[in-house]
T-cell receptor
Framework: AQSVTQLGSHVSVSEGALVLLRCNYS??????LFWYVQYPNQGLQLLLKYTTGATLVKGINGFEAEFKKSETSFHLTKPSAHMSDAAEYFCAVRGVTGTASKLTFGTGTRLQVTL | GAVVSQHPSRVICKSGTSVKIECRSLDFQATTMFWYRQFPKQSLMLMATSNEGSKATYEQGVEKDKFLINHASLTLSTLTVTSAHPEDSSFYIC????????????FGPGTRLTVL
């Protein structure tokens, strides 16, 4: 079985400040990990993903995440927040083999960016 | 590329009626499509997985007779909410994948269903 825990349902940062959204996962197989962003009343947009290879993954809009197997973490960061980053962020894990091909989502973190 | 559309984007219906939601992959062939349900301020819950030409696989606790899924072609899947009730009001999101072995799902914009 696989699961995702996102610490902090709501994060507030000032514009220009560092963004750090936390994600820890549990998976019985080597995971594929994803971060998605959702704007109000819209579907999900992929920010970045980790499959294999380099553990530091760069995504769109200046976001990046680092896969740390020893910590079972995949935290999302951005050096400088912009007002347009305000949205809901979901971490997800996908199993690699057999029937474990479903995405399991965390509960989401709402990012608020203030002036 | 990899665009997924949903229609309608918003629907309001009376209790007891059925509602059909379409999910289309516009520029690729989607062997596998997924249907999710999202309650306000909550995460996405997978309802079912459908593969083109075969019956959908429903997640535990999802009523297959209530939520009918048809994946008749490689670009179209439909979700029909039968005899809708107010508790079925939710945001329904579909996603499409090239199939087993492909790790990425492409998400539609969602459909807001309100049952009066």
């Amino acid at each position: 079985a696989q699961s995702v825990t996102q610490l902090g349902s709501h994060v507030s940062v000032s514009e220009g400040a560092l963004v750090l959204l936390r994600c820890n996962y549990s998976s019985s197989v080597p995971p594929y990990l994803f971060w998605y962003v959702q704007y109000p009343n819209q579907g999900l947009q992929l920010l970045l993903k980790y499959t294999t290879g380099a553990t530091l993954v760069k995504g769109i809009n200046g976001f990046e995440a680092e896969f740390k197997k020893s910590e079972t973490s995949f935290h999302l960061t951005k050096p400088s927040a912009h007002m347009s980053d305000a949205a809901e962020y979901f971490c997800a894990v996908r199993g690699v083999t057999g029937t474990a091909s479903k995405l399991t989502f965390g509960t989401g973190t709402r990012l608020q960016v203030t002036l | 590329g990899a665009v997924v559309s949903q229609h309608p984007s918003r629907v309001i219906c009376k209790s007891g009626t059925s509602v059909k939601i379409e999910c289309r992959s516009l520029d690729f062939q989607a062997t596998t499509m997924f249907w999710y349900r999202q309650f306000p301020k909550q995460s996405l819950m997978l309802m079912a997985t459908s593969n083109e030409g075969s019956k959908a696989t429903y997640e535990q606790g999802v009523e297959k007779d209530k939520f009918l899924i048809n994946h008749a072609s490689l670009t179209l899947s439909t979700l029909t909410v039968t005899s809708a009730h107010p508790e079925d009001s939710s945001f329904y999101i579909c996603s499409a994948s090239l199939g087993r072995g492909y790790n990425e799902q492409f998400f539609g914009p969602g459909t807001r269903l309100t049952v009066l």
